[in-house]
Structure formats: structure tokens, C-alpha cells
């Protein structure tokens, strides 16, 4: 069976620091790795994924297959991430439900 | 366009009572998921809808929980005998269809209180 384990349950980084999400996956096979955001008041969202190895909101995560990780990071941290954050796997292609981890509360300090 | 909408949006019930719970998908997307998130936990699988049929339904806790999706649209997720450990905000998800590249998209949940 798969998991994803978020060791920090909350973590409070000053604006203009670095901000580092750690998520940790445990799966013998090819996962798709996700991490999702939740706004205050607002639904889960998709913020970025693995296979699209792309930056969203100076975001940016690799998949470290090695070290099991796909932590989530960004250079200098802005008052508008504070947030909840989950990682989330997909076990390999044909079975689609999510996995999640059990959130980090990011909140920046103005 | 519109996003997933969950009905209602806050439930409170008493223990042993049955309750409805409503999920309408984005349009035309084909799959649909339930999800269940207990208070500081992230959410967990319930099941998985292709079309009208439950194509995994692994995540259901016990034979109290059932969801139908009659017509492949608005799914129904039923809860019998509610007991106080089923509240949870019950989420629901759609994508375009079951493939590996499409997102899921969440809607804004259920909150369900069993007193």
C-alpha cells in the first residue's frame, strides 16, 4: 500500500524567506506526485505536478525517486502562500484515486 | 464555467439517523470521486465513479456508506446509521475522464456533524 507522510504539521517562515514543504512517499512502483493547496475559505486546488516539471507561483518540487521525496519549494516567500498545503500520490497508470498526506499549515510572517 | 458543487454545505444529524449527501460535477467530466477528511487529517478515497459504475470502491469504510451516479452525472453518497465517528467533510472530484493526465478538481465539500 502506498503512503505519504508530511512530517511538519505546521511551519512559520518570515515573507521574503525560503520556503521548503517536505513530503515523503512510500510506493514500490512509478507514482505521479502532486501537491495541492487550500486557501483560507476557499476549495482544494491543484498547485503543481510532477510530470508537468513546471513553476507555478515561484513554486517549484522534484521528484527525488532515491530519496522517496517530492518536496515542495520556493526562493522568497510572499504573505499571499499562507495556506494549507497537501502532497498527494497517484500509484502507477490505471488506478486514479489519490493518496494524501495530512497537510502542512504554511503561514508567513509579514 | 461552473466548478464541482456539493450539496448542502453544512449537515448536522443524529447518531443513527441516514443522510444524503449530493455531489454535481463539472460538465462534462466522466469521473468522479468521493473523498472523506477527518479533522487534521488529509482526505481519503471513498470511491471512484466511470460513467455511471463504481469502478473502485475500496475506500468505503463499511456497508453503511454506498454512492450511485444513476445517470453519470450528480452522484449521491448515502450514509445509513450514522454513527458520531462519520463526521468529516466529505469532498467530491471530478476530471475529464479516468486517464493518468487529467486533474482532479474538488468541490467545496460537505461538512457533516453527527450528534
Known amino acids: 500500500a502506498q503512503r505519504v507522510t508530511q512530517p511538519e504539521k505546521l511551519l512559520s517562515v518570515f515573507k521574503g524567506a525560503p520556503v521548503e514543504l517536505k513530503c515523503n512517499y512510500s510506493y514500490s512502483g512509478s507514482p505521479e506526485l502532486f501537491w495541492y493547496v487550500q486557501y483560507s475559505r476557499q476549495r482544494l486546488q491543484l498547485l503543481l505536478r510532477h510530470i508537468s516539471r513546471e513553476s507555478i507561483k515561484g513554486f517549484t518540487a522534484d521528484l527525488n525517486k532515491g530519496e522517496t521525496s517530492f518536496h515542495l519549494k520556493k526562493p522568497f516567500a510572499q504573505e499571499e502562500d499562507s495556506a494549507m498545503y497537501y502532497c498527494?500520490?497517484?500509484?502507477?497508470?490505471?488506478?486514479?484515486?489519490?493518496?494524501f498526506g495530512t497537510g502542512t499549515r504554511l503561514t508567513i510572517i509579514p | 464555467g461552473a466548478g464541482v458543487s456539493q450539496t448542502p454545505s453544512n449537515k448536522v444529524t443524529e447518531k443513527g439517523k441516514y443522510v444524503e449527501l449530493r455531489c454535481d460535477p463539472i460538465s462534462g467530466h466522466t469521473a468522479l470521486y468521493w473523498y472523506r477528511q477527518s479533522l487534521g487529517q488529509g482526505p481519503e478515497f471513498l470511491i471512484y465513479f466511470q460513467g455511471t459504475g463504481a469502478a473502485d470502491d475500496s475506500g468505503l469504510p463499511n456497508d453503511r456508506f454506498f454512492a450511485v451516479r444513476p445517470e453519470g452525472s450528480v452522484s449521491t453518497l448515502k450514509i445509513q446509521r450514522t454513527e458520531r465517528g462519520d463526521s468529516a467533510v466529505y469532498l467530491c472530484a471530478s476530471s475529464l475522464d479516468g486517464a493518468a493526465k487529467n486533474i482532479q478538481y474538488f468541490g467545496a465539500g460537505t461538512r457533516l456533524s453527527v450528534l
Open positions: 498527494a500520490l497517484r500509484p502507477s497508470f490505471g488506478n486514479e484515486k489519490l493518496t
